[in-house]
């Protein structure tokens, strides 16, 4: 029998242009050149010694991930251009550690959406392998929904469609090529695409500078300062914040809205301000019914989670640690005054009511640990493109019992569910028992711990066509614990 350790490491084995008129800036060949659900080979991996980087704590400011610009706004959407391209990102002072990213960055550009206003982005891959963008969170067509198998060959492009017909919501964007989609995020192809609707602004939520995305994540690295993915994801125990280790940020004595994300691929954060209260006004797919204080925020691989921290409680020259568990990950340094316009109201925005369920649906999460390489099951099978596991009709309610069935003695395997197309509320765990705190609101992740289950309600009102849902360690998906659904009339 394989023990944990070993079993990870066998797991992860197996800017803008000119306006244009929008049919110039659109390549003749995107979406052309790669069939529907194409498979590919998997790509090379590498390996190495991990060593804990030497970085003096809180001597280098964490970045805010850039926001892209629209290389045209014509016809009531939005266009934007964005290779996925190699390059370099210096972790460790000093070292450049080769990366995959998003134009160019380690976290790609922010993309800033408005509800009702689509938009077009077109992804040019300049990488030496397949590569495609999956928009986690998004409630969009198949087509454009970043489905494992239509994946961007290299040197072609593909344009993805993005209505946003939803409320506003802290959305990522991550690669979702089968088999190698651990692997490319691990590298850097993940970044954040944020819905902003006019509802909320009437909120008088801080908003422009005071509005900070924050992308939080695992890495390892070897003496040269490499990331090492070939081995136990234990080991991965440096924690970046934007891509910076244990940064500060300077920040005024006022309000911030904080949006956090988990990016791992599979790791789980038990955040905390030393005590300090922080107030959770937004789960993965947007703001909850009313602010809930709290001095710790669990936010396992995927999910997401909106904070409003108030620095007026500090003097200047204050300094608050973001930490995980006991580790510091962040500083936050209160270096001026400023007026505050913002506040905090005591309602959000109230939940949809739930629909009455027309089914009821099981789904296991488990490994087949019988042979020296591990496969990824939902339900007993194992992924394949080809076959339908749930025919769902469209303008029905489901409810999933999604269940941790992996069950080996002396082994505790997690796991964490995500949906694609749509969104889901958590009705209860483990036969009857409420949810927990950080199942509140709308989600589109779900944390599954060993031998548990989550019960979850899921609305499919619109779009046709086929969709995935798998456990959200990319290194479990990628060894096929993933499955297919498919929309129909």
């Known amino acids: 029998m394989l023990n944990r ?34 498979g590919y080979h998997l790509g090379k991996r590498t390996s190495g010694t991990g060593v804990r980087p030497a970085v003096t704590a809180f001597t280098e400011q964490m970045p805010v991930p850039p926001t892209v610009q629209a290389a045209q706004s014509a016809g009531g959407m939005d266009i934007y251009m964005i290779p996925i391209r190699a390059s370099t990102a210096e972790f460790i002072p000093g070292k450049q550690t080769p990366v995959l990213t998003y134009a160019g960055s380690f976290v790609g550009p922010t993309i800033r959406a408005k509800t ?25 067509p198949a087509a454009s929904d970043g489905h494992p198998m239509d994946v961007i060959q290299p040197g072609q492009t593909r344009v993805y469609d993005y209505p946003n017909l939803q409320q506003g919501a802290t959305l990522w964007y991550h690669d979702h090529s089968h088999h190698t989609e651990a692997e490319h995020v691990y590298r850097g192809l993940h970044g954040f695409y944020l819905i902003e609707d006019e509802a909320e602004q009437g909120l008088g939520l801080p908003s422009g500078q005071y509005d900070v995305p924050i992308m939080l994540r ?12 070939f081995d136990d994801p234990a080991n991965r ?3 970046l914040a934007n891509g910076k280790i244990q940064p500060f940020f300077p920040v005024a004595a006022r309000k911030y809205r904080i949006r956090l994300l988990n990016a791992s691929n599979e790791h789980v954060f038990q955040l905390n301000l030393g005590g300090q ?29 909106e904070i409003v921290i108030d620095f007026s409680r500090f003097a200047v020259g204050t300094k608050v640690v973001l930490s995980n568990g006991s580790e510091p990950v962040l500083r936050f340094d209160v270096v001026r ?32 640990l019988s042979s020296s390489s591990p496969v990824g099951l939902v339900n007993g099978k194992p992924y394949d493109p080809n076959r339908v596991d749930f025919q769902i009709k469209r303008g029905t309610t489901e409810i999933w019992n999604v269940i941790n ?14 949906m694609h197309m749509t969104h889901f509320r958590v009705l209860d765990r483990d036969g009857g028992k409420p949810p927990l705190p950080q ?7 779900v944390r599954v711990p060993p031998r548990s289950r989550v019960r979850v309600q899921a609305s499919f009102p619109d779009y046709l066509g086929k969709y995935v849902y798998h456990c959200h360690y990319l290194e479990h998906s990628s060894l096929g614990m993933m499955a297919q659904m498919e929309i129909v009339p």
């Open 277 to 305: 209260e922080m107030v959770q006004i937004a789960s993965d797919i947007g703001l909850l019914p009313a602010p809930v204080p709290l001095t710790e925020l669990v936010l396992a691989s995927a999910q997401r989670a």
């Open 237 to 239: 125990t440096t924690i």
């Open 405 to 418: 069935a992996d069950n080996v003695e002396g082994v505790d395997i997690d796991h964490t569910f995500h």
């Open 439 to 445: 199942d509140a609101g709308l989600k589109d992740t």
């Open 5 to 38: 350790r070993q079993f990870l490491a066998l797991g992860v084995t197996v800017g803008g242009a000119a306006a244009l008129p929008f049919s110039q800036l659109i390549p003749a060949d995107a979406n052309e050149a790669e069939p529907i659900h194409k």
């Open 337 to 368: 005054k400023a007026l505050d316009l913002s506040r905090l109201p005591a309602t959000l925005r109230p939940l949809p009511p739930l629909p009455t369920a027309t089914a009821e649906r099981e789904v296991a999460m488990s490994f087949d």
């Open 116 to 140: 009702g206003r689509p938009v077009k982005v077109v992804y040019a891959n300049q990488l030496d392998q397949p590569a495609n963008v999956h928009l986690h969170g998004g409630h969009v």
């Open 218 to 229: 695992d890495a390892e690295f070897d003496k040269d300062g490499g990331l090492i993915f």
